[in-house]
C-alpha cells in the first residue's frame, strides 16, 4: 500500500509510477509514469518499438513492470497473483490489437459474445448483447458465419465487438486500425471513440499515426522506452525530442 501522499489522484481510473520492463535484456519501458481519467480517450503515441504496447501490456496486467507500481481504481495490479489479473482482465478491461485472433472453430457471434460467456453470462444474454455489437458494426449478417468467410477488415469489427460487448471500465486498443484501409479505419475509430463517449468507457489508444491519435482528448508520447515529453493536445503535431531528453513524468 502506497502512503496516502503518494495514492493515486481520485480521478485517475489508471494510474502507473516509474514502470521499468525489459524484453530479453533490452529496455521496453525506462521509468514511464501515466495517469489516465475516468471516461478518456488517451493516445500512446510514438514510433515502432517505442514501448506502446510494453506500456498497454503493464497498464492491464498482461505484464508485471520489474519495478514500478500499476494502480486500476485505487487497486494495486502489481500485487496481484495471476488469477485475479486474469479475472480483472475478463471482466474489467477489454483488448483489440491489430490481429483480429479470432477462434475459427467459432461462430461470429460467439467470438464477440466470449467475454460474456466466460463470466457466466446465459447463452442467450451474451447472444442478444453480440449480435446487437454487430449490428452497429454493419456484420449483424455475419452473426452465424464463422471467421474463415470474412475479410481482415470484417474480422477486425468482430475483435472490436468482442472488446465492447461486456462494456469495459477500460479498453486498450493497440494499433487497432494499422492493417485497414482508409475507409475501414475511419469506421473502426469512428466506433470505439463514440461507444466510450456513451458508455463512458477509457480508452487508451496506441498509436504511430497522427489521424488516429487526434480522435483522443490528450496524447502522450514514447521514445525509446522513455517518456518523449509533457502531454499534449492531440492537435499538436508529434513531439521528437533528441534521445538524451530528461524522462518526465506522462501524467496529466
Known sequence: ??????????????????????????PGLIGVSIGVRAGEILAV???RGSGKTTLLRCLSGQLLP????????????????????????????GWIGPEPQLLPELRVWENAALPLLLAGTSHRRAKRAACEWLERLDIGAFARKH???????????????????????????DEPTAPLHRGEHALLLRTLTSAA???EITVLLATHDGETAAAADRHVALL?????GAAASPQTAFPQPPEDQAACSLSA
Open 1 to 26: 500500500m502506497v502512503a496516502p501522499d503518494n495514492a493515486p489522484p481520485d480521478d485517475d481510473v489508471l494510474w502507473a509510477r516509474s514502470l521499468h520492463y525489459s524484453h530479453c535484456g533490452s
Open 45 to 47: 503515441t510514438g514510433p
Open 66 to 93: 520489474e519495478q514500478g507500481e500499476v494502480w486500476f481504481n485505487g487497486v494495486a495490479l502489481h500485487t496481484m497473483g495471476p488469477s485475479v489479473r486474469e479475472r480483472l482482465r475478463r471482466d474489467r478491461f
Open 147 to 173: 471467421p474463415g468467410a470474412l475479410t481482415r477488415a470484417e474480422s477486425q469489427r468482430v475483435a472490436l465487438a468482442r472488446a465492447l460487448v461486456s462494456e469495459p471500465a477500460v479498453i486498450f486498443a
Open 197 to 199: 463517449r456513451t458508455h
Open 224 to 228: 525509446d522506452g522513455r517518456p518523449a
